[in-house]
């Protein structure tokens, strides 16, 4: 047999109080004697009893619930920066719910309409994948809404981008001061606004000291694709001897490649940086200069975006810079560029 929720009015009875006692004993800062608030407080540990916070919530038209849109969950840097936004929501009191949009039958729209039953009082998208709709759909349930790294040309949410211009051109200068001028770019075919941007940055900050780029795009943004990307750029007449890739996973991909399949040394004969600074970009294996994501910031500056008060949202977006962290696989003196 199952076991039953122990209600608040169970609580009142075996205490002896009434049942607004029982409520006030468990509302911060709420009119209560000391006596009533320690029996309230006996009674409810010995019935097992548990503050129905979605149903205060609802009362107040607030359920607590966050939903945390992403897609690529099994990525690093997505289930750090999932990690990092459920721990932080927990620790502010909040219910995190994760809605996977990796599929493309209809199913995160159905998951999504779902979370609208339960009254979330926002949703944070991390990826640039989902379809604008989703982000029209919270807007128009009431829900508050943060996006990350997307371009959705719509009023209302708070934005949060990187300089992923800067990034690129920092690159560009990183290469050209370890002597390289075959330059090359390596990018996924999914072309989220960020991905774009850092490719056309890159191109740009090329373009301004009359150099060329190689551009080649292959799948998603997974390991495997960097592997190919090294095969098409090494296996080509004019070989690269600097390569930026668009993350960490494709660069790991080339750089395994290149070792393995073509006795390509790096940074020896080919510099190479990537993009997210995941925990694996510093193996001893592979020490990969790469851009850190400033995840904590990120995290911060949504949730303190979304504690504020809707009338007090003053600043619609934030943008933040990605710092160059030097490893081992450009060749030069491992300073600061800027």
């Given at each position: 047999m199952s076991k039953s929720f122990v209600s608040a009015n169970d609580v009142a009875r075996?205490?002896?109080?009434?049942?607004?006692?029982?409520?006030?004993?468990?509302?911060?800062?709420?009119?209560?004697?000391e006596d009533t608030r320690k029996r309230v407080m006996n009674s409810a540990q010995i019935l097992g009893y548990h503050v129905n916070q979605l149903a205060r919530g609802l009362m107040r038209s607030e359920?607590?619930?966050?939903?945390?849109?992403?897609?690529?969950?099994?990525?690093?840097?997505?289930?750090?920066?999932?990690?990092a936004f459920s721990h932080e929501?927990?620790?502010?009191?909040?219910?995190s719910m994760l809605i996977n949009t990796d599929r493309s039958d209809g199913g995160v729209d159905a998951a999504l309409r779902q979370t609208l039953n339960y009254r979330a009082d926002a949703s944070i998208l991390l990826s640039g994948l989902p379809d604008k709709a989703i982000t029209k759909l919270c807007l128009d349930s009431g829900q508050r809404i943060v996006l990350i790294n997307r371009d959705d040309n719509?009023?209302?949410?708070f934005h949060i981008n990187l300089n992923d211009h800067q990034a690129a051109k920092v690159a560009v200068n990183a290469f050209l001061r370890a002597g390289c001028r075959a330059l090359a770019f390596v990018n996924s075919e999914v072309g989220t606004p960020s991905l774009m941007?850092?490719?056309?940055?890159?191109?740009?900050?090329?373009?301004?000291?009359?150099?060329?780029?190689?551009?080649?795009?292959?799948g998603n943004t997974v390991y495997e694709s960097g592997r190919h990307a090294a095969h098409s750029l090494l296996t080509s007449f004019d070989r690269p001897d600097a390569v930026f890739c668009v993350n960490d996973l494709m660069a790991l991909g080339f750089i395994d490649s290149a070792r393995q399949d073509f006795g390509v040394r790096i940074p020896e004969d080919l510099c190479v940086i990537g993009f997210d600074d995941i925990e694996q970009a510093s193996w001893s294996s592979y020490e990969l200069t790469t851009f850190a994501q400033p995840i904590d910031q990120i995290v911060q500056a949504s949730l303190l975006w979304l504690s504020e008060a809707a009338d007090t949202q003053n600043v619609k977006s934030q943008t933040f810079k990605a710092p160059l962290v030097w490893r081992k696989t450009v060749r030069g003196n491992h300073q600061q560029v800027s």
């Open positions: 075996h205490a002896g109080v009434s049942r607004s006692a029982v409520s006030r004993a468990f509302t911060p800062g709420a009119s209560v004697s359920s607590g619930i966050v939903c945390l849109v992403v897609s690529e969950m099994d990525t690093p840097y997505r289930a750090r920066l999932v990690r929501l927990q620790k502010a009191g909040k219910i719509i009023n209302g949410p941007a850092r490719e056309n940055g890159f191109l740009a900050a090329a373009a301004s000291f009359g150099l060329n780029v190689t551009v080649t795009r292959h």
